[in-house]
């Protein structure tokens, strides 16, 4: 490995490579400022937006399926946006998603990001789990295409892009974040990057689980960051689950898995019964956090596995779903070949998106002057659980904005090469021996355990006490090589979310959206629901003890 | 191996190559495009939906021999 290190000097660092970076890139570009992107992965091609079905939702209340239009506004997606985030939502946030996100499409459309449209040009709509309308538009070749779209953009328009770069620590000159640590993870070559301003769009914690719906993990590196550099974080107990289609012992990545129910699709348990039909007040349109307990539940009482009857997807869907190149399509053609549409596919809970994570305002600004967050890596828009459709489109526009934003923000950095050296200090060492790799695999089945679908305080305390105990073992160790420096980073960036969110979820003494504490009975849930619609919020200063309040407010 | 090119049926457009985040293909000193390192793939299939030519397939063990896994999933509990 060598020791000496460059730097670079860019006007805005944008962290990350999926959508929210490739947006945020997009629009810092845009305005002349030099943009440099680093991504752990390769951009576009990485994080939870490279397999995610890119459905994004915006009111046009355009076509469905052929029939015309529909009664869709963004007011209606702004009511169905805070119904289904309960209280917890930063209403401010959402209209801006709601009203922005219409422009926005447009303009990608017309600069040629392929949207489902008609032959008259009406975006073809679907309806996204939780909607009242239909609402999603999506990119034929899904996000993938979205996103290879916004890399070329902002490539044209002259941001520079780092691939299997991993930002290790964030540098700061004591009134403002002044640049980043990067390393390369193939030869563990050390940059120090000099930036006047920097944008966390790095995602979220998706490899916390050890069953996770995201085919390209994030590693919680976007809360580590922020927490170090002294941003607050909230919402963490929101952890949003789907189910996911498992075989050969694997968890394959598939969006749009829980918009399957509503699309007529029968789901057997172990008996052959279609066990979501007997669950009373499900409906025709189930959300999310409606229909990932039912099918926990179902596997937890021994009536597992659940399988997907293929047979009852209608004709009509398996051809919508292969004009738009639907995952699911290409993993059952892999599985069973051209016959896939008579057999059946086991599915599990995953997890799917992180809800918590760094508190912004309207322009991705955090309480870190310098420092700016977008996409699943900031809080906010979705609340305790989101409608389908909403997480692309919160990219979209919150990662344009904050892009704007970083680019305005101006600065100039006077970070140097040698205090890059000094927060190397916090990571590179003498080669500890122990065992990341296992320690990551122990911590990710403790979070299943006790953090996952549904929650009581007892295995919440076991959780964290185990969590606590990672995060001192991971703060203390140091590496030295490529790789176990890279696992050493998984290992801290999953204890400090798991730390957070096992807090934030033995503090929310209620059930609600994604959060769903067993040991709390309904009815106590009831009685204290409007006293409950605040958010839990972690700063720096009050160390790991949450406070109550209203964050970005 | 969880990928596979049919060589009647690819060109070597390369567009796999460009496709893949986890970089599996790669294009030999005499052109041919091939998945060297399939053992990093993580199954996401863009690669798959991404060939123009429908070359390239994924293995799987038969679905009939697949083990009822997705049971494992709610043991803790
Ligand atoms: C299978 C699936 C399907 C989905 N379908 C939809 C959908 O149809 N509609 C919808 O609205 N939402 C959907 N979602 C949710 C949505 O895709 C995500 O919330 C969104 O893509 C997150 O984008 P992001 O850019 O914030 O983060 P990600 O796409 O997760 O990108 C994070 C990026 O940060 C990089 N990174 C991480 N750490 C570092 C570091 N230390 N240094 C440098 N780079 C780093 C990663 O390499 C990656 O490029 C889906 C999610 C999944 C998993
Ligand atoms: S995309 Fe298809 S045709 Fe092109 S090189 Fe890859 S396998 Fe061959
Ligand atoms: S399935 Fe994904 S990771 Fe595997 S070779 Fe194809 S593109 Fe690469």
């Not at chain 1, 959300?287 to 293929?310: D, H, Q």
């Not at chain 2, 199954?43 to 997705?70: E, K, N, Q, R």
């Amino acid at each position: 490995m060598r020791t000496d290190m460059d730097i670079l000097h860019t006007d805005v660092l944008i962290i990350g490579g999926g959508a929210a970076a490739l947006a945020a890139a997009c629009a810092a570009a845009e305005t002349g400022a030099g943009v440099l992107l680093v991504d752990a992965g390769r951009p576009a091609r990485s994080g939870s937006s490279a397999t995610a079905g890119g459905g994004t939702a915006a009111a046009f209340g355009q076509t469905c399926l052929g029939v015309p239009g529909n009664d869709d506004t963004p007011e209606i997606h702004f009511e169905d946006t805070l119904r289904e985030g309960r209280g917890i939502n930063n209403p401010r946030l959402v209209n801006l998603l709601v009203t922005e996100i219409l422009p926005l499409v447009r303009r990608l459309t017309a600069a040629g990001v392929p949207y489902a449209r008609t032959e008259e040009g009406l975006y073809y709509q679907n309806r996204g789990v939780g909607q009242s309308r239909p609402r999603n538009c999506t990119p034929r070749g899904n996000s993938a295409a979205l996103c290879e779209w916004l890399f070329k953009t902002a490539a044209f328009r002259g941001a520079v892009s780092l691939c299997r770069m991993r930002i290790l620590s964030l540098l700061h000159d004591g009134s403002r974040v002044s640049g980043a640590v990067a390393m390369r993870t193939d030869t563990g070559e050390m940059l120090c990057i000099a930036a006047g301003s920097v944008v966390i769009a790095a995602g979220s914690a998706t490899a916390l689980m050890p069953y996770a719906s995201a085919a390209f993990p994030t590693w919680g590196d976007a809360f580590r960051l922020a927490w170090e550099a002294g941003a607050e974080l909230a919402n963490m107990e929101f952890l949003e689950f789907t189910f996911a289609p498992m075989a050969a012992g694997r968890v394959f990545s598939c969006g749009g898995s829980t918009q399957l129910v509503s699309r007529g699709a029968r789901f057997i348990n172990n008996a052959g019964e279609a066990f979501l039909e007997r669950l009373p007040g499900l409906g025709s349109h189930p959300t999310r956090a409606a229909l990932v307990p039912a099918f926990y539940r179902e596997i937890r009482a021994g009536r597992g596995p659940i399988r997907l009857e293929c047979a009852s997807i209608p004709a009509a869907r398996w051809e919508e779903w292969a004009a738009i190149g639907h995952p699911l399509i290409e993993l059952l053609k892999a599985l069973y070949g051209s016959g896939y549409q008579h057999e059946t596919l086991a599915f599990t809970p995953a997890l799917h998106c992180v809800l918590g994570g760094i508190v912004t305002g309207e322009w991705g600004e955090t309480a870190v002057p310098g420092l700016f967050a977008a996409g699943e890596a900031a809080t906010g828009v979705h609340g305790a659980a989101r409608l389908g459709g909403n997480a692309i489109a919160e990219c979209l526009v919150f990662g344009s904005r904050a892009g704007a934003a970083a680019a305005a923000a101006g600065g100039t950095s006077r970070a140097g090469v040698q205090q890059a050296r000094e927060a190397l200090e916090a990571f590179r060492g003498e080669e500890s021996s122990e065992p990341f790799q296992a320690h990551v695999a122990l911590l990710r089945q403790t979070a299943w355990e006790t953090l996952g679908v549904v929650r009581t305080a007892s295995e919440l305390e076991r959780g964290q006490r185990f969590f606590d105990g990672m995060a001192a073992l991971a703060g203390k160790s140091r590496a030295l090589s490529a790789r176990s420096l890279c696992e050493l980073l998984n290992l801290r960036g999953l204890a400090l979310t798991a730390q957070l969110a096992s807090r934030a979820a033995l503090e929310r003494t209620e059930s609600r959206g994604c959060h769903l504490r067993e040991d709390i009975p309904d009815a106590a849930s009831r009685q204290t629901e409007a006293a409950w619609r605040l958010n839990i919020i972690f700063a720096r200063d009050g160390g790991m003890c949450p406070r109550r309040g209203h964050a970005g407010c | 191996m969880p990928v596979r090119i049919d060589r009647q049926k690819c060109d070597n457009c390369g567009r796999c190559l460009e496709r893949c985040g986890m970089d599996i293909y790669v294009r030999s000193s005499g052109g041919t495009v091939f998945p060297r390192y399939p053992r990093k793939c993580v199954d996401c299939t863009l690669c798959v939906s991404g060939c123009p030519l429908h070359a390239i397939s994924m293995i799987f063990p038969h679905a009939g021999s697949l083990p009822a896994t997705s049971g494992e999933a709610c043991h803790a509990h």
